[in-house]
């Protein structure tokens, strides 16, 4: 073992890398719902019946933790107690739950705004319904595209450490 390769404090790269992919996916997600649900809320007091059709921006905000929470625990796969770390595999760890936290944190806040201004306008008219899905299908995929990009990344990680 290469105290050069293998440093003690490796891990700190990977265990903040499995931080930052739930802390900053699930901070877009929270923030998706609740602007999402705010419009959801004022549109739902004029049209009840409108309700369960304008949900959908708060459930494809919700999928949006639930990337973060699928690269934390692949990250956590790789970091075994007692076993060497490469100071290599703590970096790419650390890319791979940033690229996939903070993406998250970028498609929760486009879920929300979009899904906020389209509730209110779903309101006002019906034909806004299939704009909106589109527009949150895009918000989504951005996400999608940080969550790729993390498992490539975690395929990368286990390098030796000698």
């Known amino acids: 073992m290469s105290t050069e390769l ?3 404090y490796a891990p700190f790269f990977g265990f903040a890398g499995v931080a930052a992919s739930m802390v900053f996916s699930t901070m877009g997600a929270a923030y998706g719902t609740a602007k999402a649900g ?3 809320t004022g549109m739902g007091t ?5 309700i369960m059709k304008s949900l959908i921006p708060v459930v494809m905000a919700g999928i949006i933790a639930v990337y ?3 690269v934390s625990v692949l990250i956590v796969g790789g ?5 060497d770390y490469a100071l290599h595999s703590g970096f790419v760890h650390l890319a791979a739950g940033l690229s996939c936290g903070l993406t998250g944190l970028a498609a929760g806040h486009a879920i929300g705004i979009v899904g906020d201004a389209c509730a209110r306008a ?3 008219q019906s034909r ?11 918000g989504e995929v951005i ?8 498992l490539i990344l975690n395929t990368k990680a286990n390098g030796p450490c000698s």
């Open 6 to 8: 293998c440093p003690p």
């Open 38 to 40: 705010i419009g959801i």
């Open 46 to 50: 004029q049209k009840p019946e409108l």
């Open 68 to 70: 973060g929470l699928v």
């Open 79 to 83: 970091l075994e107690p007692g076993k």
């Open 122 to 124: 779903y309101l006002q």
């Open 128 to 138: 806004i319904f299939v704009a909106m899905v589109l527009m949150l299908i895009f």
């Open 143 to 150: 996400g999608l595209y940080g969550l790729i990009v993390a």
